[in-house]
């Protein structure tokens, strides 16, 4: 109850700090509209956490028995399991090849890459992130559904770090906000041609990123570019679920992205 008395003083002082002396009213109308919209999600969470627990529920990855937080983004459409739903089905796919190793470059709290060693049982994962915070919580995530032993969690990853899996069978799983440029130029890093690479593009962060990337890649690789129109379905409702008002169900699995970050599902030719 004390840290939801906390939440609510920390949006109310950001609202009037948002709206006082604005010069763009509808710019602070914008951005005030997203804060409300994350405090009910976190509201909407406590419900999911009291009803469900934490155990994701459709999806890829049911089963993941996740945390009670997530690192960074939305929590509830992990559990939900229609977090990044577009992506789904080519997810499947990398599920049904034999990968000796996924990378998982971006990885926050660990939950495509403790996902991905729950689902690939011959498989190692190394999953690296740059907040420390983030590192630890996938090592947790990692030991709480008993896959530790092959979910090798470290910090920052080196386009030079590439060549150390030239022999192996490898899934690129890559989420950076728009650093995926600066990491991703098989010039600069030839292993790459022969990885398969699932690529969150961040458009709204860096225009033009995702054409640059299919051009660097659209000679090695099958591209497929997966869009996302917002809209997200589940297998089977929970009571709980249906007792909310609609605009919480539909703030239930919004994942509080800011414009478009479509995916690129990259298959090597060779």
Not at 49 to 66: A, H, I, R, S
Not at 140 to 146: I, M
Request: proline share 4%.
């Amino acid at each position: 109850q004390d840290n939801l008395m906390s939440l609510h003083d920390q949006v109310n002082a950001r609202l009037r700090a948002l709206f006082d002396g604005a010069s763009d009213q509808r710019a602070a109308l914008n951005e005030g509209l997203r804060l409300l919209g994350k405090w009910r999600s976190v509201l909407i969470a406590n419900t999911l956490l009291e009803n469900n627990g934490t155990t994701v529920m459709q999806g890829p990855l049911k089963g993941l028995d996740f945390l009670s937080t997530s690192s960074e983004g939305c929590y509830v459409a992990k559990i939900l399991g229609c977090y990044e739903q577009p992506l789904q089905p080519f997810i499947e796919m990398a599920f049904a090849r034999q990968y000796s190793t996924v990378i998982n470059v971006g990885c926050a709290e660990g939950y495509y890459a403790v996902g991905m060693a729950k689902r690939m049982p011959h498989t190692e994962v190394h999953a690296f992130d740059l907040d420390v915070s983030a590192q630890s919580k996938c090592a947790e995530l990692a030991e709480k559904n008993s896959v530790q032993d092959r979910v090798v969690v470290g910090g920052e990853f080196h386009p030079s770090d590439f060549a150390h899996y030239t022999s192996q069978s490898v899934l690129l799983m890559c989420d950076i906000e728009g650093a995926e440029l600066e990491l991703l130029d098989p010039l600069k890093s030839p292993a790459l041609r022969k990885m398969d690479l699932i690529v969150e593009s961040h458009e709204c962060l860096r225009a033009g990123i995702t054409a640059e990337l299919i051009e660097r890649f659209d000679s090695t690789h099958h591209v497929s570019l997966v869009g996302d129109d917002g809209q997200r379905t589940l297998e089977e409702v929970p009571e709980w679920f249906m007792n909310l008002a609609h605009l919480d169900q539909l703030l239930a699995t919004w994942e509080w992205r800011s414009g478009p970050t479509p995916w690129l599902v990259m298959t090597c030719r060779a």
